[in-house]
């Protein structure tokens, strides 16, 4: 895959999975992009350290209203890159109406740096507690956005 076609690819490869970005639910999201992590590769990108994947989440309110948020980011970084132009990013948001429940899980992210980490990076997803509390949630909207960093 180039870079420039993440977007596409990703879209795609949802698809191609039996699902619409914009229905995912909270573990078809960490489903497919765990998946396409682990089987779309780019050799514009050093494999390790340079396609990362972001798991964040936390209740925001960037203009728009507040919402909690679940995302899953995967960070591509171009092979010999020296500036943030090099640095491009994939992100899967589902958005949830900001319940008190939700609202008192704390903001935080975790990173998985390479193939090897995945299963543990899985793990982590699977038991925190922002994904117990949305699982069972149908999102606001769900959105993929692709850029520089």
Known sequence: MRIVDTEREFSRFVGEHG??????RPNEAV??????????RSPEVEPERGDALLYQWGA???GKGEYFEFDLTRQLIRRGGSDDSD?????LTLRFV????????????QWCWSLGEVANFESFIRRSAALKAVSSLAPSSVSVQFGEV
């Open 87 to 91: 640095i491009n990013q994939l992100n």
């Open 31 to 40: 489903d497919v992009m765990l998946d396409f992590y682990r089987s779309v």
């Open 19 to 24: 699902h619409e970005v914009a229905s995912l």
């Open 98 to 109: 900001p319940s008190p429940e939700l609202k008192a899980i704390p903001k935080s992210n």
């Open 60 to 62: 925001f309110d960037w």
